[in-house]
T-cell receptor
Framework: NAGVTQTPKFQVLKTGQSMTLQCAQD?????MYWYRQDPGMGLRLIYY???????DKGEVPNGYNVSRLNKREFSLRLESAAPSQTSVYFC?????????????FGEGSWLTVV | QKEVEQDPGPLSVPEGAIVSLNCTYS??????FMWYRQYSRKGPELLMY????GNKEDGRFTAQVDKSSKYISLFIRDSQPSDSATYLC??????????FGTGTRLKVLA
């Protein structure tokens, strides 16, 4: 049982390049999330998906797009990477956003934009 | 005002000490409270989950919630070097929104 799996774990991009972070969960969870974690700022929500076929903006969506490919997979795309997007990215999932269930995280993707 | 405040530390304690980690929050709508442990270069992992005020114990860990004061705590008894990590508090109101503290870095010295 892998839980939440993210790829790649490390990536270096040049400014202006694009890339997609992949995320998959095997817990049959409905809701999936993408967060970024920066020193002194905690985890900030980029986008979330309450169910297959729906996506919504979080706190810091600018510069990102997402796709909820199916119930298991939720990808995050940087169309034109900027140095300000250097961060650690975490994918997460929960069973049901209305019942107070706990949120489970992947291992993280370390992205550096130069 | 931030929705949740957490002292970033670092907090250094000797092995065997009792550790107290705390968060304060401002929005009384939060009903569910969690503590996560995050090792270096890893994702946050759930330690404790509580609902409503009171204490919850799990082994060496005790989570305490005081909703009237908007204050949550995590106590670690008999701390071990393997407890060295960053501890994040998290609050949830029952919607999509989870609010995380910035984390307290703990180092337990052998």
């Amino acid at each position: 049982n892998a839980g939440v799996t993210q790829t790649p774990k490390f990536q270096v991009l040049k400014t202006g390049q694009s890339m997609t972070l992949q995320c998959a969960q095997d817990m049959n969870h409905n809701s999936m999330y993408w967060y970024r974690q920066d020193p002194g700022m905690g985890l900030r929500l980029i986008y979330y998906s309450a169910s297959e076929g729906t996506t919504d903006k979080g706190e810091v969506p600018n510069g990102y797009n997402v796709s909820r490919l199916n119930k298991r997979e939720f990808s995050l795309r940087l169309e034109s990477a900027a140095p300000s997007q250097t961060s650690v990215y975490f994918c997460a999932s929960t069973t049901d956003r209305s019942s107070g269930n706990t949120i489970y995280f992947g291992e993280g993707s370390w992205l550096t934009v130069v | 005002q931030k929705e949740v405040e957490q002292d970033p530390g670092p907090l250094s304690v000797p092995e065997g000490a009792i550790v107290s980690l705390n968060c304060t929050y401002s929005n009384s709508a939060f009903q569910y409270f969690m503590w996560y442990r995050q090792y270096s270069r890893k994702g946050p992992e759930l330690l404790m989950y509580t609902y409503s005020s009171g204490n919850k114990e799990d082994g060496r860990f005790t989570a305490q919630v005081d909703k009237s004061s908007k204050y949550i705590s995590l106590f670690i008894r008999d701390s071990q070097p393997s407890d060295s990590a960053t501890y994040l508090c998290a609050l949830h109101s029952g919607t999509y929104k989870y609010i995380f503290g910035t984390g307290t870095r703990l180092k337990v010295l052998a």
